[in-house]
Nanobody
């Protein structure tokens, strides 16, 4: 499975941004977004079940971020609102054939990452 993330950029605190990830070349059960800030470990942000559409969110983004998918386009989106400077990170999309996994080590396929910078 090949994943291609896009849509990152610079946004002011309180603003919104949508990032996308297109998938090709295989099947998977769950698609997730993770992020990694400088000097920190990669952390779970959100996931979506490709079949049922069930979602999970990290507590830090619940109510502000929304993950969605377009099966026809094999694309997953992360709509980010009320952004904070602490949301600044490289955002990675990832896919797994396991179900609803939040552990970074459960994901087999990774995109290249897209940088999101939130200015204060």
């Amino acid at each position: 499975v090949q994943l291609q993330a896009s849509g990152g950029g610079l946004v002011q605190a309180g603003g919104s941004l949508r990032i996308s990830c297109s998938a090709s070349g295989g099947t998977f059960s769950t698609m997730g977004w993770f992020r990694q800030a400088p000097g920190k470990e990669r952390e779970f942000v959100a996931l979506i079940s490709w079949s049922s559409g069930s979602t999970r969110y990290a507590d830090s983004v619940k109510g502000r971020f929304t993950i969605s998918k377009d099966n026809a386009k094999n694309t997953v989106y992360l709509q980010m609102s009320s952004l904070k400077p602490e949301d600044s990170a490289v955002y990675y999309c990832a896919a797994t054939r396991r179900v609803l996994q939040t552990n970074v080590n459960s994901y087999d396929f990774w995109g290249q990452g897209t940088l999101v910078t939130v200015s204060s």
